[in-house]
């Protein structure tokens, strides 16, 4: 018993001169200081990253770059930026994951349709009401034109959306719990987020390569956090 309270006792002293020495070279303390704020809809694609999929039928790697709005977009402007938008929402399907750029559907209608920009703002794992929220973060942007693609089962509506006795729709704020906003405090909780993608890309062909600035976003968007006020 005696041998298992200074096995714990030093892992314990061990991670809290790691965390002090992180603090001391600054290495993650913008994020340490920053406040994790979750989305409104159950997660979003980090933002000015890659995506590398290994197709699952053909052995190629698939590339695909989330620009600086968090849209799949493998042009140089990002998409807030982009005009007279023909713009397509919905799940994996119009996210079309493991698809080369090459192929997939909204370059090719880019190729055929003159004078406007089609986006895909496709998120894999999307119901309707994430679907329609993420409609709403991009309301802004310059869309003519919206197509809602989804899938049977995508129509389900989870806890995100409520409706008032006139019909209006309320967006329930998710909010993060207290251990998750405790390690989103600690230097080492980035050191950790980080060593796992770098270690991952040295591994493994399916993998994200995500800009350090998006790592408190990774954390908020855990699915095991959210509960629901």
């Keep these: 018993m ?22 001391a070279f600054g290495m993650y303390s913008n994020l340490a200081n920053t406040k994790l704020v979750a989305s409104d809809a159950i997660y979003e694609r980090p ?7 290994k197709h699952p039928d053909v052995n190629y790697v698939v590339t695909n770059y989330y620009d600086f709005d968090g849209v ?15 713009a397509f929402f919905g799940d994996s399907f119009t996210e079309n994951v493991a698809v080369d750029p090459i192929f997939e559907f909204s370059n090719i209608l880019k190729k055929k349709i003159k004078n406007y920009e089609i986006v895909n703002y496709g998120i894999g794992g999307y119901e309707i009401d994430s679907i329609f ?3 709403n973060k991009f309301k802004d942007h310059d869309i003519k034109y919206i197509f809602y693609l989804y899938f049977p089962g995508d129509e389900n509506l989870s806890k995100i959306i409520k409706f008032d006795e006139n019909n209006n729709f309320i967006i ?5 719990n207290y251990f998750y906003q405790f390690i989103g405090r600690l230097n080492i909780t980035y050191l950790v987020i980080d060593s796992f993608y770098v270690f991952r890309s040295l591994f493994y062909s399916s993998h994200s390569v995500i800009n350090v600035d998006n790592y408190n976003q990774i954390l908020a968007n855990s699915k095991f956090p959210y509960s629901f006020q």
Excluded: A, C, M, P
């Design 72 to 86: 799949k977009n493998n042009t140089s402007v990002t998409t807030s930026k982009k005009k007279n938008i023909i």
């Design 47 to 53: 933002k000015n990253s890659y995506q590398k999929q």
């Design 172 to 176: 329930s704020k998710i909010k993060i």
């Design 2 to 23: 005696r041998n298992v309270i200074l096995f714990f006792t030093s892992i314990f002293f061990s991670l809290v001169i790691i965390e002090f020495s992180l603090r």
């Design 133 to 135: 929220l993420r409609y």
